[in-house]
């Protein structure tokens, strides 16, 4: 049995017997000694996919914001919604920007956006449903022993201190099952328990409160679109006495221990064009009704056993051991270095990704946006919505690799809800079949344009949103899921067949106009946008073959064949932003748009396409190491694309270092969760890859870990990959593959004698091949174990 593993079931062990919690080795429990000193910085998230809270834990006064993650204003409703879209087509403008791009081959963002950008009205913004609060009226003294955590493996917040000789303890969790946020109040002393429950919200939207048998019902409407909401708090109290006032609120005096049960709904429903359904009503008074009907121990229960079968897939033992500094101290602490303390944060930072993605993404909701779940303002940066020319891409990215495919369900379907919004601006903005959208998305379906200059054109933002429903297939190889991709990828690749132009200057089809999103002016042809339609091609000419699409499979090869890739070398050895050769060596833009065909593309590769993962790694130098949260996330991944384990361990360094709040939320900033999935990503990606076909063990491992161990990633092909590493070397991978076919890896294993074992029959498996690589033809349902081997095969 490995560490990490035994540390797992002692640590069960020792909570399950109600001892005080402890910062153990290797633990991953954020911790803190203190109350959160404000939201952004302090708090500690819980989640359940619709709903998040988070947990600041005021000793006096426990302010609990929570969200659901439907509570938008904009949208139908609003006045002068339009979804972005121009009133007339914008065809005859477009014709006038290409002809203007052939004649002087650059254009400023600014003579674009007037041609082509709208005015966005009544776009939105994600709202922070409100607050509860929590009074404690005997709370007067100096709290002692004081700590809030939380605790990864059970997703679960709490809080205890002493006052007055009493030991207090609070727990908070969302639960997936039950579709609740759940709290219980205890103190080890009968008879102290005592509190006054509220709800607040803000006053952009009407609101009736009441109180009636320990249930506080919060409802009303938006004002701005009426979209109508609802939240009810049911107290249940052990002892003591429970009072409900005429202000909506409710009171416990003298209570042995107290639970509250939340659950919260709008009449929201992901459906084009009206995007309503029911009073929320029913549902909600009825998730509350079975929840309060069950014990706390059966809620809890429910919960750790949905949320443990995903979070523990996964286990990443790099040496870490966690020192008994709380985490905002062990983040100022931390260098980087090859420490034990530096690679607990490390391994904590990863998982707490993982965390993040479960607890934000769950099938029945919405996806993550910009800031997953959680938000306490009504007018959030960026309207915490979902900006698709990276952000919400790289929300999804660990998904996959990191063993929680399941949490890309609200992706999937969120993606599915814009073809037909998106087929309305394929037709307006470019007169085309199939769909699109460009720089940014909310829930009510917003498909067209804004007018920032520099931030609001990219129409292979579609493209880029099907490529990941091809990767999924990839992961899977579910056909059943393919079928339902293909529509999707063929409707984005049908914009692309009408709206690509042929170039004059060599006959090669472009997006034009095109934008290397943030950067630089207007051209024909930039990298990044050729990059992506190049690669959603590719993938739907494979998609078609299996589906059989013959017809739709010839269109898109005769239109690659024509098709610029977006792949050049330009004078000073730099992979080229644009068609022409402008690249400033001194520019140090946090934008490496460039580089998608590094990654999250498949077009450039150390091992298959050298020259241009040199000059890939020429642009990745001269830009630097800086930038946003969510940039340094996405030069890991670069780095350990290119197999520079080393390098990507530098800018995971930097991350926490420089980008990386107190409560391990991605500073941009301000807080913005896509960093935190891009870092997760990109440690899977240190530790393994597979997006070239091949299964490739430790392709990047920073010398910082020369030994470890890790289980339960994920590689294309459906296989699950554990592996074991000493020296930085492997020393044992096992393979649990979903389906059969022909499995080629990529280990230093190769280097020496080794064996393949197959674990269930104990005979060995031959492999065929040389070098690094070899293959095997293996068996639905086996699992294989590679190690070095010093006896007569």
Known sequence: MSRFRLFAIVTTMFLTVGAQADVTPQSL????????????????????????????????????????????????????????????????????????????????????????????????????FGDLLLNFPDATGAAQDYRRTLDLEKAVASLTYTMGGVRYERQYFASYPDRVIVIRLTADHPGKVSFKA???????????????????????????????????????????????????????????????????GTDYRLHYPDYRGPDPHAGVTARVDLAAAKTFDALLAAHERDYGALFDRVRLDIGQEMPPEPTDALLAQYRGEVSASDRALEALFFQYGRYLLISSSRAGSLPANLQGVWNHSDTPPWNADYHVNINLQMNYWPADPANIAETEAPFFDFVDSLRAPGAEAARRVFGAKGWTLFLNTDIWGYTGLISWPTAFWQPEAGAWLASQYYDHYRFTKDRNFLRRAYPVMKGAAEMWLKALVVDPRDGKLVVSPSYSPEHGPFTAGAAMPQQIVTGLFRDVLQAAAIVKDRAFARRIDKALHRLDSGLRIGSWGQLQEWKEDMDDPKDDHRHLSHLYALDPGRQISPRTTPRLAQAAEVSLKARGDGGTGWSKAWKIGFWARLLDGDHAHLMLAQQLHESTLQNLWDNCPPFQIDGNFGATAGVVEMLLQSQNGVIDVLPALPSAWPKGEVTGLRARGDVTVDIAWDGGKARRVVLATGRSGRLTVRSTLFGSRFRLVDLRTGAQVPMRGSGESRTVRSRAGARYVLEPFSGRL
């Open 29 to 128: 429990t954020l911790w803190y000694d203190k109350p959160a000193s404000d939201w952004e910085h302090y708090g500690l998230p819980i989640g359940n996919g619709s709903m998040g809270a988070v947990v600041t834990g005021g000793v006096a006064a426990d302010d609990i914001q929570f969200n659901e993650k439907t509570l938008w204003t904009g949208g139908p409703g609003a006045e002068g919604y339009d979804s972005g879209w121009p009133a007339t087509s914008l065809v005859p403008n477009i014709a006038r920007m290409r002809a203007m791009l052939n004649k002087s081959h650059r254009l400023a963002p600014e003579d674009v956006a007037a041609a082509l950008g709208q005015k966005m009205t009544a776009y939105g913004d994600y709202q922070t």
């Open 198 to 264: 509220s709800l607040s919200a803000p006053d952009n939207r009407t609101v009736s409160r009441t109180s009636v048998a320990g249930r506080i019902t919060e409802r009303g409407a938006l004002k701005d679109n009426g979209l109508r909401y609802e939240a009810q708090v049911q107290i249940l109290a052990q002892g003591g006495t429970r009072e409900e006032e005429a202000d909506g609120s409710v009171t416990v005096t003298g209570a042995d221990t107290a639970v509250l049960i939340m659950a919260a």
